[in-house]
């Protein structure tokens, strides 16, 4: 159970998105002219918006740093999985960076349903609970997304 109250879970909600909206948009510039591109720039574009909805519940500012701080055990970190992954250094083009870009994609919105699940169940504010379970399905919406680019790419070198 998460022991945060509403407007720490927005705050983590917002540090979330903000970081996969900035991960998205990193890949979007990396893979410019491509399908898996327009799949990145979609997502941030998305992230943009969930961050909208969230700043207007209770007037919570747009993001603050120091939140990341703050929140880390609530958090994914896709700097580090992206340098685990070596996306961003020996493999920036072609398939495997795609699959690998697309791989911490499915890790950040695997991580952000849950966390919305969870904290739809600790809320007690219907408006916010209505709007975690929005945020969860749209979640849910782009993980699909992920999940058929992925099936669609070629089987990964042996």
Do not use: C
Request: aromatic letters at 6%; a negative charge.
């Amino acid at each position: 159970m998460l022991d945060l109250n509403e407007i720490e879970i927005l705050q983590v909600a917002l540090a979330h998105e903000e970081r996969a909206r900035a991960f998205y948009d990193r890949m979007a510039k990396r893979h410019d002219d491509s399908t898996a591109g327009d799949l990145f720039s979609f997502l941030a574009r998305e992230e943009v918006g969930h961050i909208r909805r969230l700043t207007a519940r209770h007037k919570i500012p747009e993001f603050e740093a120091k939140w990341q701080e703050k929140y880390l055990p609530y958090l994914i970190d896709l700097d580090r999985l992206a340098r685990e992954e070596d996306v961003g250094t020996q493999h920036t083009t072609g398939p495997e960076a795609v699959r690998r870009g697309l791989g911490i994609a499915r890790t950040a919105e695997s991580h952000a349903i849950a966390f919305y699940a969870q904290a739809g169940k600790v809320v007690e504010d219907k408006s916010t609970k209505g709007l975690l379970a929005e945020l969860e399905e749209e979640e849910r919406n782009h993980l699909a997304k992920i999940e058929g680019y992925l099936g669609d790419l070629p089987p990964a070198p042996r």
